[in-house]
């Protein structure tokens, strides 16, 4: 017969991943704040919507809308 001991399995160890200080992550969000203005004001701003009034914001936009495969009339 075997012998089995209860609990003798081995657990792995928990490591804890390190902590990110707020100096290393506002680069981040900001870069992603700016990329989903990009976003939006080439993408998705048509005038019916838009933050901005005019279409002053969307006539700046509008190659980079087409080269970007984005359709906007």
Do not use: K, Q
């Not at 019916?48 to 970007?68: I, M, N, Q």
Request: charged share 10%.
């Amino acid at each position: 017969m075997s012998e089995v001991a209860a609990g003798s399995a081995a657990r792995p160890e928990v490591v804890n991943p390190p902590a990110i200080s707020a100096g290393e992550l506002w680069p981040w969000a900001l870069f992603g704040v700016a990329l989903m203005l990009l976003i939006y004001f080439v993408g998705i701003d048509e005038g019916a919507a838009s933050v901005v009034p005019g279409s002053t914001l969307h006539e700046w936009v509008h190659d980079g809308r087409h080269l970007l495969g984005f359709p906007c009339h």
